[in-house]
């Protein structure tokens, strides 16, 4: 059993700052990657950032140059930092994990609750 949980959302006024977190535990034999997604009522599920194993990190347009992305692979934890936060960055951002557990002997994606960011204008 693998759980993914995210912490750190709330509400912060325009401009402002705010740190997410995300935990993975459990039967964890390895994470390939891990990242953050954001989805606001009424639209679809959008990237938000996404750290690959070995590979470039990717950021989602809206958010470059303000959201920052960092991963402390000996605690399995993902960390967003986000600054100069916009009202339309208000949404409930959820952490992902692509994870092998101890118990399958395929890799698949590990999702979290979500946390709720409102922006104040």
């Known amino acids: 059993q693998v759980e993914v949980v995210e912490s750190g959302g709330g509400l912060v006024q325009s401009g402002g700052s705010l740190r997410l977190s995300c935990a993975a535990s459990?039967?964890?034999?390895?994470?390939?990657?891990m990242g953050w997604y954001r989805q606001a009522p009424g639209k679809e599920r959008e990237l938000v950032a996404a750290?690959?194993?070995?590979?470039?990190?990717n950021y989602g347009n809206a958010v470059k140059g303000r959201f920052t992305i960092s991963r402390d692979s000996a605690k399995n934890t993902l960390y967003l930092q986000m600054s100069s936060l916009k009202p339309e960055d208000t949404a409930v951002y959820y952490c992902?994990?692509?994870?092998?557990?101890?118990?399958?002997?395929?890799?698949?994606?590990?999702w979290g609750q979500g946390t709720q960011v409102t922006v104040s204008s």
């Open positions: 992902n994990a692509f994870v092998k557990s101890f118990s399958s002997d395929y890799w698949r994606p590990y």
């Open positions: 459990g039967s964890i034999f390895a994470i390939a990657g």
């Open positions: 750290m690959p194993d070995g590979g470039n990190i």
